[in-house]
Nanobody, 127 residues
Framework: QVQLVESGGGLVQAGGSLRLSCAAS????????MGWFRQAPGKNREFVAS????????YYADSVKGRFTISRDNAKNTMYLQMSSLKPEDTAVYYC????????????????????WGQGTQVTVSS
């Protein structure tokens, strides 16, 4: 069982930056595949980025590639999402997610692949 708690959301102007954190409970954090998803009002939850448990390889949605950076600190049981050059279309509730299984290139982009979710943190980007 893993419990996830996001923090770091807020209101920022377009072009600004924010860093989200996802703190995980449990002693097996380093063995989990982790991901970030987001959901804007009236839209489906969408994949943002993921990071493997093993070699920390990272993957991004095309819409955030080059602007967002996902990372993890297994010693602190924490995952991060550094967001830069933010746009109004990045406005959403951001969720972190964890899977105890290795995920395929396709699977890591699906919210159904993740067993554990945080409560979400709101990110609002003003124009």
């Amino acid at each position: 069982q893993v419990q996830l708690v996001e923090s770091g959301g807020g209101l920022v102007q377009a072009g600004g930056s924010l860093r989200l954190s996802c703190a995980a409970s449990g002693r097996t954090f380093s063995s989990y595949s982790m991901g970030w998803f987001r959901q804007a009002p009236g839209k489906n939850r969408e994949f943002v980025a993921s990071i493997r448990h093993s070699n920390s390889s990272t993957y991004y949605a095309d819409s955030v590639k080059g602007r967002f950076t996902i990372s993890r600190d297994n010693a602190k049981n924490t995952m991060y999402l550094q967001m830069s050059s933010l746009k109004p279309e990045d406005t959403a509730v951001y969720y972190c997610a964890a899977s105890p299984r290795p995920l395929s290139d396709y699977g890591r982009r699906l919210f159904a692949s993740y067993d554990y979710w945080g409560q979400g943190t709101q990110v609002t980007v003003s124009s």
